[in-house]
């Protein structure tokens, strides 16, 4: 009894930290289903702007972040480690809750993952978020080393393309969690996530070879991911690569 309790504590701490939410806190009154082959452009827009907006956002962002750590640095009255700490609450921001510089709906929940058929294989549900917390850290901890690296800069290559990275999840996330897009989430998440946390990974290792080494985690990690993904589709019909037209029905 006590390891049940336990068990569901340490669920609900997690969901809460990553804002995950749980069955009972989803809008479920309505629900989307593919009727046609036809491929959704409006979608496929949306989806390329509300990624586009978001990754602009998150670079005025680390502007101003920029801008408020010269001012700290260059100003005696402020201890030397106060522009470190408020970098990392600023990069732990952005790795846990990225989504709110996000124009899509990015609402994380289980819905997807608890009603599509899974491999034998697949990590448990409470896996993920755990996961993600780990990388989260990984990340802040890689982050911050490429940042002092680059003399406390966040308008660099390297930060930029982590912006990258976390918009191109989001989005996913909008494909696959929301919208339960199976087919079209196989390709983006092998050209996003997966591709661009490689790309991050290498130039973080060039920088600093330390953060590198930190953040490569979240590449075994995301390749997990891509093939869990890709058997998903598989085991879920198989529906096309792309995002079909969606029909909104009433329940």
């Known amino acids: 009894m006590n390891k049940s309790n336990n068990t569901g504590i ?6 809460t930290v990553m804002g995950v939410k749980s069955l009972n806190q989803q809008r479920s009154s309505n629900t989307l289903i593919a009727t046609t082959q036809e491929l959704d452009i409006r979608a496929v827009l949306v989806y390329t702007l509300g990624t586009i907006l978001q990754i602009l956002v998150m670079i005025v962002v680390l502007l101003f972040m920029e ?3 010269m001012l700290i640095d260059n100003n005696s009255y402020f201890p030397n480690w106060l522009s470190t700490i408020l970098t990392g609450l600023f990069l732990a921001l952005l790795s846990i809750r990225s989504r709110i510089f996000s124009l899509l709906d990015n609402t994380r929940s289980r819905q997807t993952y608890d ?3 899974r491999p034998r294989w697949s990590p448990p549900p409470l896996a993920f978020p755990i996961v993600w917390m780990i990388i989260a850290v990984l990340r802040v901890i890689s982050s911050v080393l490429v940042w002092q690296q680059m003399n406390h800069q966040f308008l660099v290559l390297p930060l930029i393309l982590f912006v ?3 918009a191109l999840g989001d989005t996913w996330n909008t494909i696959f ?3 339960r897009r199976l087919g079209a989430a196989v390709p983006v998440v092998i050209l996003g996530p997966w591709l661009s946390a490689v790309m991050v990974t290498a130039i973080y290792w060039r920088t600093n070879y330390v953060a590198g080494m930190t953040l490569s985690f979240s590449c075994v990690w995301l390749t997990l991911a891509a093939v869990l993904v890709f058997r ?5 019909g198989s529906e096309p690569l792309y995002p079909l037209k969606l029909t909104l029905l009433e329940k």
């Open 10 to 15: 340490l669920e609900k701490l997690v969901n």
């Open 115 to 117: 009603q599509v058929i």
């Open 164 to 166: 990258v990275h976390l």
């Open 177 to 179: 969690t929301v919208e």
């Open 67 to 69: 801008k408020l750590v």
């Open 232 to 236: 998903i589709w598989q085991l879920n």
